[in-house]
């Protein structure tokens, strides 16, 4: 056994997961209703969501700060959207 041999029995060091018995937290029912209704609706809410991105005026009216803000950041939206995710 060499100085970097600690271990004799790798198998005990193992961590795959049907070895570890993950916790389950007494919440983790929730947001189901909604979760599912999200899920069940996923088709629709993707066309109606594209639809009203595309309708929405950024920075009409607010302070100047807030309209530089939200400038700046459907700037960038479209920029990730367009050059990453390849739409438009």
Do not use: C
Request: no cysteine; net charge negative; glycine share 4%.
């Amino acid at each position: 056994m060499s100085a970097f041999d600690i271990h004799e029995d790798e198998d005990a060091l193992s961590s795959d997961p049907e070895e570890v018995e993950i916790p389950v937290s007494r919440f983790s029912h929730a947001g189901k209703e909604s979760i599912e209704l999200i899920i069940s609706n996923t088709l629709n809410d993707r066309k109606t969501s594209k639809i009203l991105v595309m309708q929405v005026v950024y920075g009409q009216k607010g302070a100047p700060g807030s309209e530089f803000n939200a400038q700046l950041w459907k700037n960038r939206w479209e920029t990730f959207w367009t050059s990453t995710m390849k739409k438009r």
